[in-house]
């Protein structure tokens, strides 16, 4: 039995012998605990997105087993309870809408109950930053634990990767070049074994970022959701999470602007989705650190690409985790002097370097030297210009480097439904130099700007073997997607940035080495145009009613994270009154 000098947390409800203590106890034993669970151990909240709606976190209910295990042995109490979860494959409009909604749910309930620390359990991509928010808000010890990638997908014989495989397909169906049969025949095989996409797609890159933090232990990243390990990994986590809890090692001592810059750092050397630009800036408003969209520039750029994963690469999440995994990279980043803060406190109490300075690396093809990158320049591309003042991202190692430097004519579509009704026209006017533009699938304008900015290529430059060509929009794109593409536009369409005033025919300049994105008419013209834009902006409907009101009229923009206004900043944990 563990008996702490600190005070814990949930002495407030259990440790008193009055009307209060006795109510949160004697409600409490209905679950057949006996009294001595409530004299001073550690209550380990064990913050579950369990949902059969969200099967990268399916197999969540016996991972939490695990962890339960751990934190009894060390002797704490678990309390599992359940949180939103966001399911990226099922949810519409787009899991991204209610990432905000279940980050309130999680700082709610730890705040509101008798938790002295928690163990966030999180997988699929949107679970990831929903759980660290809520958290972070409320600053309490916390611990992540990852549900770890699927196997690597099969079919006909070869290996092919979560999300990434369907854009591929499907576009080789609508050029002909495979048969829909065939097409269909891939399905099963793409997701053959619990846990999240095996690409370097969002869930993959969240939990490097979040090993990267320092919030989970050493290899929480990549190790398959079905491998032995990750049940240890689960169970070592209940472990030390009790250690935390003692300690009083809270979330912001981890979540350290040091913290930030290594996670930025790491995105650029795997190859990470773009939606992380996103999800780190929405954490570390939580924490009240400051993260500017330069950061990623500052930090990021020049930094190669030595992850060799598709999207952007060859590989799956089960190779890089027999390569050596996420330490593998940060010992090769280190020992380069690539990694800006090797002294960073992680989960474990030792620093970022400690945990990787003696980690093998097994394989050279999947985490290549230094010397040798996937790509040279892999940081995320921060654009600005007239087009997008507050900021743009592409991701250069999933675009093609010849359209980098790129100037073209724009094909505008109003909106999704516009886009998907005239995109496959053969008289619509576009060839491979043109820029296709999608409006109005921003934060507030889809809403929840959805991952449809990778949108695809007209079939008839399909049919010529066009593979690429610019995209912009203020929509993001899914992690697991490739093709060089311009997103994030800020401020959106919906919003009245610049983009709602792009007509087909302007020209568009697109210098990914300059960071600019230039439409190229007179300010005056673009002033006058967005004037007739303010006053026709009556005419969009209203949003109604429900959450989906309450999110239109207070998502930030993506260049501040998309968080709600006034969820930002870091809360505490502090409940002074009781319930009765
Ligand atoms: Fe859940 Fe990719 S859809 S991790
Ligand atoms: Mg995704």
Same mark, same amino acid.
Do not use: A, C, T, W
């Given at each position: 039995m563990t008996s702490s000098p600190r005070k814990l947390r949930s002495a407030e409800w259990f440790g008193t012998v009055d009307k209060n203590g006795f109510?949160?106890?004697s409600w409490m034993k209905n679950q057949g605990i006996?009294?001595?669970?409530?004299q001073g151990k550690p209550i380990i909240g064990i913050c579950n997105t369990w949902s059969e709606l969200t099967p990268c976190n399916a197999h969540f209910r016996e991972l939490a087993e695990r962890v339960r295990r751990g934190v009894f042995e060390a002797g704490g109490y678990p309390v599992e309870f359940p949180v939103f979860s966001n399911g990226e494959s099922n949810l519409r409009p787009t899991a991204m809408f209610t990432r905000n909604l279940a980050s309130m749910d999680v700082e709610e309930a730890i705040r509101g109950n008798p938790i002295d620390a928690v163990v966030l359990m999180v997988g699929c991509d949107k679970t990831t930053p929903a759980l660290l928010m809520g958290a972070a808000s409320c600053d309490v010890p916390a611990i992540a634990v990852s549900g770890g990638p699927m196997?690597?997908?099969?079919?006909?014989?070869?290996? +092919?990767?979560?999300?990434t495989a369907v854009w591929q397909l499907s576009e080789q169906v609508k050029a002909g070049t495979i048969s829909i049969h065939e097409f269909m025949s891939a399905e099963a095989g793409m997701s053959r074994s619990a846990g999240t996409c095996n690409t370097m797609g969002t869930a993959s890159t969240m939990a490097c970022m979040a090993e990267a933090l320092g919030v989970t232990l050493p290899h929480n990243a990549a190790i398959p959701a079905v491998d032995a390990r990750r049940s240890v990994l689960a169970h070592l986590s209940g472990m030390r999470i009790v250690e935390m809890a003692l300690q009083g090692l809270t979330l912001s001592k981890l979540l350290t602007r040091e913290a930030f810059e290594n996670a930025i750092r790491v995105n650029a050397a795997i190859g990470g989705s773009t939606n992380a630009v996103i999800h780190l800036k929405a954490i570390a408003?939580? +924490?009240g650190v400051e993260l500017a969209l330069e950061d990623w520039t500052r930090v990021g750029r020049g930094t190669p690409t030595i992850v060799d994963l598709q999207p952007s690469g060859r590989f799956l999440m089960e190779e890089f985790h027999d390569a050596g995994g996420l330490p593998a990279v940060l010992r090769r980043l280190g020992e380069a002097g690539l990694l800006p803060h090797p002294d960073a406190l992680t989960a474990n109490g030792r620093t970022l370097w400690q945990n990787v300075q003696d980690a093998p690396l097994w394989n050279d093809e999947v985490i290549r030297p230094l010397d040798k990158p996937l790509v040279a320049d892999g940081g995320i591309c921060i654009l600005r210009g007239n087009l997008a003042p507050r900021g743009a991202v592409l991701k250069p190692s999933a675009a093609s480097a010849h359209l980098l430097q790129h100037r073209g004519r724009a094909v505008v579509f109003e909106n999704l439904e516009d886009y998907k009704a005239r995109i496959a026209d053969p008289a619509l006017e576009v060839d491979a130099d043109s820029v296709l533009v999608l409006k109005n699938c921003g934060p507030q304008g889809y809403p929840g700007m959805a991952e449809v900015?990778?949108?695809?290529?007209p079939p008839k430059l399909l049919a010529q073997g066009v593979t690429d060509m610019v995209r912009l929009s203020d929509a993001r794109m899914s992690g697991t997607a490739y093709g060089t593409v311009?997103?994030?536009v800020a401020p959106e369409a919906r919003a009245g940035g610049p983009l709602a005033v792009v007509q087909s025919g302007d020209w568009i300049a697109l210098d990914c080495a300059g960071g600019r994105l230039h439409l190229e008419v007179s300010d005056e013209e673009l002033q006058a145009r967005l004037a007739v834009w303010a006053e026709t902006r009556q005419a969009i409907p209203a949003d109604g009613s429900g959450y989906r009101k309450l999110y239109v009229e207070h998502v930030l923009q993506a260049d501040e994270g998309c968080d709600?206004?006034?969820?930002v900043g870091c809360r505490g944990a502090e409940v002074p009154?009781?319930?009765?």
């Open positions: 109510m949160y106890r006996p009294d001595h669970e409530f196997l690597n997908g099969k079919h006909q014989g070869r290996n +092919i990767g979560s999300g408003g939580r +924490i900015g990778n949108m695809g290529l311009v997103l994030h709600f206004d006034f969820l009154r009781h319930s009765h």
